[in-house]
């Protein structure tokens, strides 16, 4: 069985880190069976999650997860693609992973009405050693990261817009079209929609999810994805039994 090291799902989203949602649902998408072992980035090999652990050998990163269980497969989900849509692929998936990521951190972490809202969950679910000074260094240390970044606490609007850029990008990019690269989804779907399930499905609203609501094919997008690949989901889950182990 196939253990996939993550966070426990959080505010009703299956999993509050992107990059766990998205190996969680390449998963579910190839019916692979596997089991959740609730984990911290301490827990793992590089200090990141998600990770995998198949008969003792453990696998980092959410794209090497991916390409570990695809070579593995009768048909991989990119065969058939050509190399500029090769490319796109890498390119929108770098942005989505790396503008993305840090607009979803923002949200939660960085603008002041986000914090207000999240702070007390996060308490509640954090352990009891990570609610003090713990969690007062670690938001100090991500406000530094995001004001690299030019993510400010004191600009959301400006900071939002960066993420709103990237919206209407995909929204332009998957236009009329079910998937990204066409008709079916690939490996770049996993991770896209991950990243919008993540601002446009958690519980508290800001400008970003607001604005990503107003695009109506990525709306359409997501349901798409959800039926595919989340259809009965509930927060007490904790594996899935696929078609077959693999
Ligand atoms: N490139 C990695 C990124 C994973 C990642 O950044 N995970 C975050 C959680 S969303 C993490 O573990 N952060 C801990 C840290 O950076 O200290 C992947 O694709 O798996």
Not at 70 to 94: N, P, Y
Not at 134 to 158: E, Y
Not at 187 to 212: C, K, R, T, W
Not at 234 to 246: L, P, V, Y
Request: glycine share 8%; aromatic share 12%; charged share 20%.
């Amino acid at each position: 069985m196939v253990e996939l090291h993550q966070f426990r799902p959080f505010w009703g989203l299956p999993n509050a880190s992107p990059f766990c949602m998205k190996v969680e649902t390449y998963l579910r998408f190839r019916h692979i069976s596997y089991v959740v072992v609730p984990s911290g980035p301490r827990k793992s090999p590089t200090g990141r999650i998600p990770f995998v652990v198949e008969e003792g050998r453990s696998i980092t990163d959410s794209e090497a997860i991916i390409a570990h269980f695809e070579q593995r497969e009768a048909t991989c989900l990119d065969d058939g693609l050509s190399d500029a849509d090769r490319a796109t692929a890498f390119f929108v998936r770098e942005m989505v992973e790396e503008r993305l990521y840090w607009q979803i951190t923002y949200m939660r972490w960085g603008d002041p009405s986000g914090w207000a809202v999240f702070r007390p969950d996060l308490v509640k679910y954090l352990p009891l050693a990570m609610r003090g000074p713990v969690l007062f260094l670690l938001r100090r240390a991500l406000l530094r990261q995001m004001r690299q970044q030019g993510l400010s606490p004191a600009d959301p609007q400006g900071a939002y817009a960066r993420g709103r850029a990237v919206l209407d990008a995909l929204a332009g990019l998957l236009d009329d079209k079910p998937f990204f690269l066409g008709d079916a989804p690939r490996s770049l779907d996993m991770s896209v929609y991950a990243f919008l399930a993540n601002i446009l499905d958690q519980p508290f609203g800001n400008p970003l999810q607001e604005h990503g609501k107003s695009l109506s094919n990525l709306i359409a997008y997501c349901a798409r994805m959800k039926a595919l690949c989340w259809q009965g989901w509930t927060e007490g889950h904790q594996a899935m039994s696929g078609k077959r182990s693999s």
